[in-house]
């Protein structure tokens, strides 16, 4: 078939120039069609997938449904539950998001509508970051002090408290100090303009550290990158874990008791970040495994084990494409609350975050 003699045909009133530029192909792209005309492209046979495979693919949406495709890749090579295409990985979450969507509706536990200059550092330990961001957890309003070395980053500390005051942001940056022997930033601690950030108190607990601190340009959230990321996948992550609590045990106490719930929650989230879960970043691997010196040790293991699954073609049960009730019977294999069933079901949702600070409030918090 000859594509451009066609367009010609049918198009009797536009010039090879006009017919170009209309069409939208480019021109090198209209020319080669004339000279050798179109060829269908060869239908490859897909590699066929282990239904284990496909089931640590499940628990992994489970349990961090807002990982993307190569996120979820990375988390079941460094874990070792085998290799899955990325492409594989996305229709399988859109199974686990229609199958979600479903119970939830099943359950109806939607409420009824209503109307209504940048600082790099060139290796760890040189520069850290600092803001708190707000939580709701059973309709109640936390705030979270955050730390974190910009280079890998990895999470130095983090506190969570009632009220922003100055204790709030002094209680991480005390946690990082422990973690990494007294030692502060080599070249200074980087901050926004919040007033817990530029008071004097604050100011003060510094410089007895002899930590530098540095403050971004106002309204520049873009200078301090890391942490303003850093503080959106920490908030991810920690409603993942959250959502393992049992609602029961937590929505009658009372705010004091909560925060202490809150507070091993964010150690918990911590050390997802920094031992659990492998950055793109830094070639799939985690920080921890950078700060321990096993970076390369890792990568290498990684390494081999993806060219191991990726050569294996021998499938000792092959996964049907179509297979609904797999999926689902793994994906609801435990006992799966409410809680957290809406919790999960917001992160298939545009603006997760803001979906769930307003779940907590709206509905699972009364």
């Known amino acids: 078939m000859n594509l451009f003699s066609y367009f010609q045909s049918v198009n009797r009133y536009l010039n090879s120039y006009q017919l170009i530029r209309e069409s939208g192909y480019s021109k090198s792209q209209l020319y080669q069609w004339l000279k050798d005309g179109v060829h269908e492209r060869k239908v490859r ?8 495979v496909v089931q640590g693919a499940i628990e992994v949406i489970r349990k961090y449904p807002h990982f993307g495709a190569v996120k979820g890749q990375l988390y079941m090579v460094y874990h070792q539950l085998g290799y899955i295409p990325q492409h594989l990985y996305k229709n399988i979450k859109k199974m686990v998001k229609r199958l979600v969507f479903q119970e939830v509706s099943k ?9 209504y ?5 060139e290796k760890p330990g040189e520069i850290w970051a600092e803001d708190f961001t707000q939580i709701r957890v059973c309709g109640k309003k936390f705030y979270v002090a955050l730390v974190i070395d910009v280079a890998l980053p990895h999470y130095l500390g983090g506190a969570g408290s009632i009220c922003p005051d ?3 942001v002094k209680a991480p940056i005390t946690q990082a100090l422990k973690s990494t022997g007294d030692k502060g930033p080599k070249r200074f601690l980087i901050s926004d303009n919040g007033p817990q950030y ?16 540095k403050r971004i340009p106002a309204c520049k959230p873009e200078y301090n990158g890391s942490i303003e990321c850093g503080i959106k996948e920490f ?5 993942n874990v959250w ?7 937590v929505k009658d106490l009372e705010e004091d008791e909560l925060l202490v719930c809150v507070q091993l929650v964010i150690d918990e989230t911590i050390w997802r970040m ?14 921890a495994d950078v700060l321990n010196g096993m970076a390369d040790e890792k990568r290498e293991i990684n390494r081999v084990y993806w060219e191991k699954e990726q050569k294996t073609k021998e499938v000792i049960t092959p996964w049907d494409n179509n297979d609904w009730e797999f999926v689902k019977e793994h994906l609801f294999k435990n006992t799966v609350s409410n809680f957290e069933l809406m919790i999960k079901f917001c992160f298939f949702l545009r603006q997760p975050l803001r979906k769930l600070a307003n779940l907590e409030l709206n509905v699972l918090g009364n």
């Open 274 to 287: 920094n031992e659990e879960i492998p950055r793109k970043s830094l070639l799939g691997v985690t920080s």
């Open 107 to 115: 359950r109806k536990l939607l409420p009824e509508r209503t109307s």
């Open 117 to 121: 200059n940048h600082e790099h550092p």
């Open 198 to 213: 530029v008071s004097t108190h604050h100011g003060d607990f510094l410089e007895k550290l002899e930590i530098i601190q």
């Open 235 to 239: 908030k991810n992550v920690f409603y």
């Open 45 to 52: 046979d897909s590699k066929p997938v282990c239904e284990s």
């Open 166 to 168: 100055d204790e709030m």
């Open 243 to 249: 959502a393992n609590i049992d609602e029961s045990d």
